[in-house]
């Protein structure tokens, strides 16, 4: 079984079959990972999603994918993160988010920042 795979993510198309195989779908940034070789559908709507098994699999190929591509207009020129290193770091602990609508009762939910 390979640890990460790429594919193109539109609307939807990395990140729920992703959820969906109980894997780990990354969508950057756009412009994050040069899109120079893929088919467009919708162009500014195209990203290059990441399908991996842990999260330090989906840094690693982040860190190697990511950067300026001279070939990409939309690619971004900004330096990139040290990503392998961000996904080692642990999480920060969860804050408590309150949702309050006319339409329904008072709820709590964990959000994970």
Known sequence: ???AAIGSQ???STIRPSAY???V????AYGRI?????VPLAPSLDHVGIFACSVSDAAAMLSAMAGADLRDRASLTSA??????????PARRDR?????SPASP???MAVAV
């Open 1 to 3: 079984m390979c640890h």
């Open 10 to 12: 539109t609307i939807g």
């Open 21 to 23: 195989c109980g894997i």
């Open 25 to 28: 779908g990354l969508k950057p």
């Open 34 to 38: 040069s899109r120079y070789g893929m």
């Open 80 to 89: 990139t993160e040290d990503y392998i290193h961000a996904a080692a770091r």
């Open 96 to 100: 408590k988010a309150r949702r309050t």
């Open 106 to 108: 008072p709820a709590t």
